[in-house]
């Protein structure tokens, strides 16, 4: 899923202060890689559970609440944090 809605205004941010959306292993595992909050929302072929990683069924009504909520789980991810999200 390649995917580039959003990206120029993300090109002036840190990258861990992005989310990519990403629907491969592959893809996950680079945007993870890379330092971006990911959310997966698989297709073919499974993806596995990540540190950095929120998974929907879909993309049909997301919301920026959503959004916020899968870079707050990478952000808490990175520093440990232990609190529950409502996705």
């Keep these: ?3 580039r809605i959003g990206a120029p205004s993300c090109r ?3 990258i861990g ?3 990519a959306v990403e629907d ?3 893809g996950a ?3 993870e ?3 971006a909050a990911v959310l997966v929302v698989p297709c073919e072929v499974p993806v596995p559970a ?3 990683r929120t998974f929907r069924d879909d993309l049909v009504g997301l919301t920026a609440h959503e959004l916020g909520v899968a870079l707050r789980s990478a952000t808490d991810a990175d520093t440990g944090a232990d609190d529950e999200r409502v996705a």
Excluded: E
């Design 24 to 26: 491969s292993p592959n």
């Design 12 to 14: 002036a941010r840190p």
């Design 17 to 19: 202060a992005c989310v």
């Design 50 to 52: 990540g540190p950095r």
């Design 29 to 31: 595992l680079a945007a």
């Design 1 to 3: 899923m390649h995917a």
């Design 33 to 35: 890689r890379a330092g």
